[in-house]
C-alpha cells in the first residue's frame, strides 16, 4: 500500500467538520442548525452541503434576532436559506420583551446577552435537542476547555466543572428530555481558517464584511457604526450631543448585535485582501469588535453558564 | 527563526499534548510557543501584563495565557483540558494542554486521545519524578507515537550539560522498563521555556545541545495517519435517500456516509458490510458534489455501492477479505472517567465508532498503579483508576485491537441514566 499526503489543514478541518454534523444527525432526534447570516454559520452551511447532499439537511436553520441587526446581513441570511430550499425559523428577541421574558435595563442596552432568553424558549417551543452552532475554540479563553459536543442542563446552563470527557472522535450527544446539546463543528478553526475557508470555497458573504465607508461615532472608547437604519423605521445610535461623525473606510469582523459589534479601520475590499489583514493584524477578533467581551475578565464565561451560546 | 506571514491552503496539520504540573513550567512553554510564533496578539499581551502588575511580577507572566477559568483562577490551578492554536505558516498546530495532578488522569487520557505528539516536561531540578513515569505510561497506553521529552529550567541549574545527560539517562532506563523506548520515537531537549532557549529561537546558553529547537521537531514530526498502513474501516455514519426529492435521477440514490477511520478505498474495490456480511463493490465516492476515484483516511465521503444493500447507521464498510468480525466480547484496558464507581452489578452502553451496545463487565482482571505500574487485583473500579476489564455485548462490535487501530480499537462507556461518558477503553 502506498502511504499518502496526509490532508492539508483546510481538509483536515473540513472532514472532521463533517463528522461532527453527520454525528448530530445521526444520534440526535430533533437537532436545529443555528444561522446569523454571519461568516461562520455560512462555512457551517457549506459543511451541511458537504455533509448531506444530495439529500435536504436532516435540521432546520433558525437564527435568534436581536432586532438590532444589519439589514444588509438578514437580507443575505434570507436569500442563502432561500438558496438551499431550507427551512429558516428566525425567532426575536422583541418578541421575548413583548412578553415580559426579556427586561432591558435601558432601551440601548445590547440585547446579545438576552439571546440566551430566546434561544431557550424557542428550544422548548420546537423541543430542539441539540442546537449547532459556529462557535470556535480560538474566540475566547472560556471558549477554549468548551466540547465539540457540550452539554446543558434544563436551565440551558454550561457547567464548566461537569462538562462529558470527550476521546477520540467518539462524541456522546445523548440527553434526556428537556436537557440539549450544543454542537460546535468548526471548534478546532481559527478566525484565519475560517477566511481561508471562504477563500477556497468561494463563499459569499454580506457586504458589511468588506471594506465600505460608514459614519462612525466614538462611543465608550469604540468606533461605531452611527445612524443605523433597522428594519422596523427605527435608526439607532443616533449622535448624542457632543458626539462628532466621522466618515470612514471600515469592515467589520464579526457580524452581531449592531450596539455592541465596533467596525473595524480597513481597506480590504475582498476575501484574499481580508486573509491578508487577518494574518497581519495585531488584535484579536472579539478584542477588537466586541464591547460585550470587555466587561470583565470572565463576561463570555459567565454569559454561557446563563444558557448562551 | 522567521515565520512565512501568509499561511496557504495546504498546511499540514499536527495535533500535540503537554504534560506536566504548573510547576513544571508547562504553561510557560505553551504561552512561549504561542508568544514566538507571533500567535498573541497586542490586545491579549497588554491584558495579560496588566494582570502581571497587579499581581506584583516584573516580567510579562506568559502562563497566564492559558489561564483558564474564573474557578481555575480562584483555586489557582487547571481543571480541564483546553485546546489551544497558532501556526507557523507551514503548519497549523492543535495543543491540548492538560492538567498533570494525579486526580486527573482522565484530563491526560482524554488530551492524549487525539494527539500523535507528547511533550513530557521535567524539572532540570527535579529530574525524572513518579508524575513523569505516569505521564509517560499513560502516553504510551492511549497509543502517542512520538514523545519529546523536554527537560525544562535548564536556567536554574546553568545550563548543565551533565544534569541534563544524566536526566536523560535515567529516562531511557524507565522506558525500556516499560517497552515504551522499543516502541516509540523518543526524543529529548534541553530548554528553558522562561528564557525561551531551544523552544523557537536556540539563543546561546547552550552551545553544547546540538540537536533541533523545539519547534523544529514540531515541525519534522509526522502529521497524523501517515506512518502506519492500516486496513480500510468505514463505519456508517448516517444514509442519504432523497427518495422525495424533485429530481427523478435521485429517487434510487443510497448514499453510504461516513469518515474513513483508516486505510483507503478505490471505485471497483470489493467491500463487505458487517456486521451482516453482504458484499458488494464501490460504484462512486463523493464528497458533496466532488466525484473521487479514491478516498484516503480521515475523509469524510459518502460511498455508493453497486448494489442494494440494507445498510444503516453503525455498520461498517471493510474491504472484502480483511481480518475483522463482529465480536461479543471485549478485553480492554479502561480509564475510569466519572465520580461514581463502575459497579460490575450494571448494564452500561458502550459506544465504538457509530454504534452502541450494551454492557457488562464479565471480570477485571487487574488494576494498574500509573505511579508504580505494578498490577493489582480488584473488585472496583474509580475515578481515574485503569484497569483491564473484559466486557459481554449485547449487540456485536467490529473491532480491532487498539495497537493496530486507534480508531475502531477505541471505545468509550456510557451511563445510561446519568448520560455521562463515565469510562475511556481500548481494546488488546
Known amino acids: 500500500m502506498t502511504i499518502k499526503q496526509p490532508l492539508s489543514h483546510l481538509d483536515w478541518l473540513e472532514a472532521e467538520a463533517i463528522h461532527i454534523l453527520r454525528e448530530v444527525a445521526g444520534q440526535c432526534s430533533n437537532p436545529v442548525l443555528l444561522f446569523s447570516g454571519g461568516k461562520d454559520s455560512l462555512c457551517i452551511l457549506r459543511l451541511a452541503e458537504k455533509a448531506f447532499r444530495p439529500g435536504r439537511f436532516p435540521f432546520p436553520l433558525m437564527h435568534i434576532d436581536t432586532g438590532h441587526n444589519y439589514q444588509e446581513v438578514i437580507d443575505f441570511r434570507d436569500q442563502r436559506a432561500a438558496e438551499l430550499g431550507e427551512r429558516l425559523i428566525v425567532r426575536s428577541v422583541e418578541d421575548s420583551m413583548k412578553r415580559g421574558t426579556v427586561v432591558l435595563k ?21 423541543g430542539f435537542d441539540c442546537c449547532i452552532g459556529g462557535a470556535r475554540r480560538d474566540e475566547e479563553k472560556a471558549r477554549a476547555k468548551e466540547r465539540i459536543m457540550s452539554f446543558r442542563d434544563e436551565f440551558g446552563q454550561w ?23 450544543r454542537a460546535f463543528p468548526i471548534s478546532n478553526w481559527t478566525e484565519m481558517d475560517v477566511w481561508q475557508y471562504i477563500e477556497r470555497e468561494n463563499l459569499g458573504l454580506p457586504s458589511i464584511y468588506f471594506a465600505h465607508n460608514r459614519d462612525i461615532i466614538m462611543r465608550g472608547g469604540a468606533m461605531m457604526p452611527a445612524n443605523v437604519p433597522l428594519a ?13 461623525v466621522i466618515n470612514m473606510q471600515v469592515r467589520f469582523r464579526t457580524v452581531g448585535d449592531i450596539t455592541c459589534t465596533a467596525p473595524v479601520l480597513s481597506d480590504a475590499d475582498n476575501v484574499s485582501k481580508i486573509v491578508i489583514e487577518t494574518a497581519t493584524t495585531t488584535i484579536t477578533e472579539r478584542g477588537a469588535t466586541r464591547l460585550d467581551d470587555q466587561t470583565s475578565d470572565a463576561s463570555m464565561e459567565q454569559r454561557k453558564k446563563e444558557g448562551y451560546f | 527563526m522567521k515565520f512565512k506571514i501568509m499561511t496557504t491552503h495546504n498546511d499540514s496539520l499536527l495535533r500535540f499534548m503537554t504534560c506536566g504540573s504548573v510547576d513544571d513550567g508547562k504553561s510557560t512553554l505553551i504561552g512561549r510557543l504561542l508568544f514566538d510564533t507571533k500567535t498573541i496578539l497586542a490586545d491579549t499581551l497588554t491584558q495579560i501584563s496588566n494582570t502581571s502588575k497587579k499581581r506584583g511580577m516584573e516580567a510579562v507572566d506568559l502562563s497566564l495565557l492559558t489561564d483558564g477559568l474564573q474557578a481555575e483562577r480562584e483555586q489557582g490551578i487547571t481543571i480541564d483540558v483546553a485546546y489551544r492554536y497558532f501556526s507557523t505558516g ?8 492538560a492538567p498533570g495532578h494525579e486526580q486527573y488522569t482522565r484530563n491526560m487520557v482524554t488530551a492524549a ?89 536556540r539563543l546561546d546558553n547552550m552551545p553544547w545541545y546540538a540537536g533541533e529547537t523545539l519547534l523544529e521537531m514540531l515541525e519534522k514530526a509526522p502529521a497524523a495517519h501517515t506512518e502506519q498502513s492500516e486496513e480500510f474501516r468505514f463505519p456508517v455514519q448516517f444514509v442519504c435517500r432523497p427518495h422525495a426529492s424533485a429530481d427523478a ?47 484516503q483516511t480521515e475523509q469524510s465521503i459518502t460511498l455508493l455501492l453497486e448494489d442494494e444493500i440494507d445498510t444503516s447507521r453503525g455498520d461498517m464498510i471493510v474491504k472484502t477479505g480483511s481480518n475483522i468480525a463482529p465480536v461479543k466480547q471485549i478485553e480492554a484496558h479502561v480509564c475510569w ?19 452502541e451496545s450494551k454492557a457488562k463487565v464479565g ?66
Open chain 2, 90 to 97: 507551514t503548519r497549523k498546530y492543535i495543543i491540548a494542554d
Open chain 2, 363 to 428: 471480570s477485571i482482571a487487574y488494576k494498574v498503579d500509573v505511579n508504580t505500574l505494578e498490577q493489582q487485583a480488584s473488585t472496583d473500579l474509580k475515578m481515574n483508576d485503569i484497569a483491564r476489564i473484559h466486557f459481554k455485548l449485547a449487540q456485536p462490535l467490529m473491532v480491532d485491537s487498539y495497537s493496530n487501530n486507534r480508531a475502531t480499537g477505541a471505545f468509550i462507556v456510557i451511563d445510561e441514566s446519568t448520560n455521562n461518558t463515565v469510562g475511556a477503553g481500548m481494546i488488546v
Open chain 1, 159 to 181: 457547567d464548566p466543572k461537569n462538562q462529558r470527557p470527550e476521546l477520540w472522535n467518539l462524541y456522546n450527544a445523548r440527553s434526556h428530555k428537556g436537557e440539549n446539546i
Open chain 2, 113 to 201: 486521545s487525539t494527539a500523535n505528539l507528547a511533550i513530557i516536561l521535567i524539572d532540570a531540578r527535579r529530574g525524572v519524578l513518579t508524575q513523569t513515569r505516569r505521564h509517560s505510561y499513560l502516553a504510551h497506553l492511549v497509543g502517542i507515537q512520538h514523545i519529546v521529552v523536554a527537560v525544562n529550567k535548564m536556567d536554574l541549574v546553568n545550563y548543565d550539560q551533565t544534569i541534563y545527560d544524566k536526566i536523560c539517562a535515567d529516562y531511557l532506563a524507565f522506558a525500556k522498563e516499560i517497552g515504551l523506548a522499543q516502541a516509540r520515537d523518543i526524543r529529548f531537549i534541553p530548554m528553558s521555556a522562561l528564557n525561551g532557549d531551544m523552544l523557537v529561537d
Open chain 2, 337 to 355: 472517567l466519572s465520580e461514581t464507581p463502575l459497579s460490575p452489578a450494571r448494564t452500561y452502553i458502550i459506544r465504538h465508532t457509530s454504534r
Open chain 1, 232 to 244: 422596523s423605521g427605527e435608526v439607532i445610535n443616533v449622535p448624542k450631543a457632543g458626539e462628532q
Open chain 1, 106 to 126: 435601558s432601551p440601548d442596552e445590547p440585547r446579545n446577552k438576552h439571546q440566551s432568553v430566546t434561544l431557550l424558549e424557542a428550544i422548548e417551543e420546537f
Open chain 2, 249 to 295: 435521477d435521485l429517487h434510487d440514490f443510497r448514499g453510504f456516509m461516513g469518515r474513513i477511520e483508516s486505510g483507503d478505498i478505490a471505485v471497483g474495490d470489493a467491500v463487505t458490510v458487517l456486521p451482516n456480511g453482504y458484499q458488494s463493490k464501490v460504484k462512486a465516492i463523493q464528497i458533496g458534489d466532488t466525484q473521487l476515484q479514491s478516498a
